[in-house]
C-alpha cells in the first residue's frame, strides 16, 4: 500500500510563490506516473502537473509557465505567480503501471490579498 503525504501548503498574496511537497512511503517515483491534483470548493478535480517515470512533465494550460513538477527525494511543485483562481486543495497521486491511483489527504493553498 502506497502512502503520500503532502506538506507545503498555505496562505500567499497574489504574485506570491509556494513549493508543495509530496513524500511516499516507499521508492516509487522512479516506477509510477506522479501527480498532482487540485480541487476547489464546488468544482471537480482537475489535474496540474504530471511527471512520468523518466522524468518528462506535463501541465494543465491554467499553469503553464508558473508552475514546475520535479522530483527528488520527493516530488515537488513550484508554484509561482499565484492567483486567487488558484485556490483549492491540492492532492498528490501516484499511479502505477496497472493503473492503480494512490491519493494524498491533500494540502490547502489559499492565494487571497
Known amino acids: 500500500q502506497v502512502q503520500l503525504v503532502e506538506s507545503g501548503g498555505g496562505e500567499v498574496q497574489p504574485g506570491g510563490s509556494l513549493r508543495l511537497a509530496c513524500s511516499a512511503s516507499g521508492s516509487i517515483f522512479n516506477f509510477y506516473d506522479m501527480s498532482w491534483y487540485r480541487q476547489a470548493p464546488g468544482n471537480e478535480r482537475e489535474k496540474v502537473a504530471t511527471i512520468a517515470p523518466g522524468g518528462s512533465a506535463s501541465y494543465a494550460d491554467s499553469v503553464k509557465g508558473r508552475f514546475t513538477i520535479s522530483k527528488g527525494n520527493a516530488v515537488f511543485l513550484q508554484m509561482n505567480d499565484l492567483k486567487p483562481e488558484d485556490t483549492a486543495v491540492y492532492y498528490c497521486?501516484?499511479?502505477?503501471?496497472?493503473?492503480?491511483?494512490?491519493w494524498g489527504q491533500g494540502t490547502q493553498v489559499t492565494v487571497t490579498s
Open positions: 497521486n501516484a499511479k502505477n503501471v496497472a493503473g492503480v491511483p494512490y
